[in-house]
């Protein structure tokens, strides 16, 4: 079947400090595969997303990058801010979405 | 482009009482119309997709009489929880997808509904 797997939470980090959530998948096809944030109260925002192997998704500093080899698409950012502070969920779509289990992440000054 | 929205973003209930979600494509026709549920600092929980003129179909384990779905048009779908419980106290998301973009969704911003 399809899933996916991200690491436990929760993950506190220093401002400025580089940040990796990992995530993989299990798939019976090839997957289109997300990262979506949800701030406190509010839905899912599109973070970034790949359709194809090495394809590198990239927004507002975060990068993941899908690896078929190793079935992952781990979400990387150099430098986090306090405002990245958020949920961060790994996703993927085969015919409909899989979830995540969603890593909170808490970025302190 | 590609907004969604949910409305209410809050409800407060009664049990036994019945609540009504509207789920809005603002900007665009959704061909489909998802909704989820999450728990508390957990997943999404897909419940029922709906096609604009059909029947949801229903995830495994949920209710269809208990969840009622309808999606009349191409930019709104609703979600009817009948019967309140407390135990269906919840963050309820719908997002929405078009057929030339059919793998991305676009979320609402939820409806946070407490049944007393």
């Known amino acids: 079947g399809n899933s996916v797997t991200q690491m436990e939470g929760p993950v506190t980090l220093s401002e400025e400090a580089f940040l990796t959530i990992n995530c993989t998948y299990t798939?019976?096809?090839?997957?289109?595969l997300f990262w979506y944030v949800q701030y406190p109260g509010e839905g899912l925002q599109l973070l970034l997303k790949?359709?194809?192997?090495?394809d590198k998704g990239s927004n507002k500093g975060f990068e993941a990058t899908y690896r078929k080899e190793t079935t992952s698409f781990h979400l990387e950012k150099g430098s986090v801010q306090v405002s990245d502070s958020a949920v961060y969920f790994c996703?993927?779509?085969?015919?409909?979405?899989?979830f995540g289990t969603g890593t909170s992440l808490t970025v302190i000054p | 482009g590609a907004v969604v929205s949910q409305h209410p973003s809050w409800v407060i209930c009664k049990s036994g009482t019945s609540v009504k979600i509207e789920c809005r494509s603002l900007d665009f026709q959704a061909t489909t119309m998802f909704w989820y549920r999450q728990f508390p600092k957990q997943s999404l929980m897909l419940m029922a997709t709906s096609n604009e003129g059909s029947k949801a179909t229903y995830e495994q384990g949920v209710e269809k009489d208990k969840f009622l779905i309808n999606h009349a048009s191409l930019t709104l779908s609703t979600l009817t929880v009948t019967s309140a419980h407390p135990e269906d106290s919840s963050f309820y998301i719908c997002?929405?997808?078009?057929?030339?973009?059919?793998?991305?969704?676009?979320f609402g911003p939820g409806t946070r509904l407490t049944v007393l």
């Open positions: 997002s929405a997808s078009f057929a030339s973009l059919y793998n991305e969704q676009f």
């Open positions: 996703a993927l779509n085969y015919g409909q979405f899989y």
């Open positions: 798939a019976t096809g090839y997957p289109s």
């Open positions: 790949a359709t194809k192997a090495d």
